[in-house]
């Protein structure tokens, strides 16, 4: 009964169970929530654009580290451990930009 409670009722629209691509996670904060602007970079193409914006406050993003986290061990437990090759270039702060896009 009480696993029932726990329980939601979500409604998944066809457009939206497609998904999207990302390869590109710009990630900056403030004080009361942090923004996830997801990105494709394709070669060809002049720049990124962003095509999805996550806001959350820092209590969610929290529990969504904790569960990407307990979801990586569980995939790495079934598959094999993830290799990241070199280091990322697709996660980066926002804030090391200045306006103008350069690294400061």
């Known amino acids: 009964m009480e696993n029932e409670k726990n329980q939601i009722n979500l409604d998944l629209k066809p457009e939206v169970a497609r998904g999207s691509y990302s390869n ?42 904790n569960a990407l986290a307990d979801n990586i061990a569980k995939y790495e437990n079934q598959f094999g451990p993830i290799s990241l090759g070199e280091a990322p270039k ?4 926002l804030a090391d930009f200045n306006q103008n896009g350069a690294k400061s």
């Open 24 to 65: 590109l996670a710009i990630i900056s904060h403030s004080h009361s929530e942090f923004i996830i602007d997801f990105a494709t970079v394709l070669p060809g193409l002049p720049k990124p654009e962003i095509t999805n914006r996550i806001l959350m406050t820092p209590e969610h993003c929290k529990r969504l580290l």
């Open 90 to 93: 697709g996660t980066f702060n």
